[in-house]
């Protein structure tokens, strides 16, 4: 059984996305890492490689988030954490939007699944609003007046009081999230961009020691160490950013 993690630690507040296409690309790179701790595996990986990859990295020492974002009826989300928990996925995501009810059978099942693995009960957290939307585009698109920076502190306080015991957020939303949500409750936080780093798809962001000064407890980052031509380097300059 592992210790819980140390969120003082730099290397223990940073998670890797693992976006590859396969089980063998997505090990490498967590092995041309040694100082990483923790992993996300999301869609991509997971639909290509199987439940198998989650135990894999297990296996080589890595902690796994593991990032299917559950959206669904009450029973069906509570199966699928089951099942997530049982694999030893340390953090694990449903969508804030899937309501109280489902909310709560997603937690309960999470904490019945790892108990019935020997493990202990994963972290869900609930995913808001994605970081690649921007505001405007939010309101035309969804035809949702409330304003983004409103909506997901609705979103986080409505999985709260489920009974989640985390959110993912973008940065720009940790600070009020946090006042409204001491730790420790968990605040995941996407939408990462080192200094001098392209934003790509997403649209809300902060650089690493931005967004823990805010009040994030973890960060996820992909392409800034993962597409860099020497990623263990990218990593190690994020851990130097955190200080």
Known sequence: MRPPAD?????????????????????????AIPDLRWVKVGLELFTAAGPSVVQRLRDQGQRVFLD?????????????????????AELITVHAWAGREALAAAQAAA????????????????????????????????????PVADYVPRLAALA?????AGAVCS???????????????????PGIRPSGAARGDQQ?????AQAIAAGASQL????????????????AACCRELG
């Open 160 to 164: 709260a009081a489920a009974g989640i």
């Open 111 to 146: 904490a019945e699944g790892a108990a019935a693995a020997g493990l202990p009960a994963p972290t869900l957290l609930a995913v808001t609003v994605l970081t690649s939307w921007d505001p405007g585009r939010f309101a035309a698109e969804l035809a949702i007046d409330e």
């Open 7 to 31: 969120l003082s630690d730099s290397a223990e507040r940073l998670i890797l996305a693992l976006d590859r296409p396969d089980a063998a690309a997505a090990l490498a790179l967590a092995a």
């Open 220 to 235: 996820v980052i992909g392409r800034p160490i993962s597409a860099a031509p020497d990623p263990a380097a990218a990593f």
């Open 68 to 88: 299917l974002k559950f959206h669904d009826i009450p029973a069906t989300m509570a199966g699928a954490c089951r099942s997530a928990a049982r694999l030893g």
């Open 204 to 208: 809300r962001v902060m650089t690493p």
């Open 171 to 189: 940065p720009v939303e940790v600070a009020r999230l946090r006042a409204d949500h001491p730790a420790p409750f968990r605040l995941i936080t």
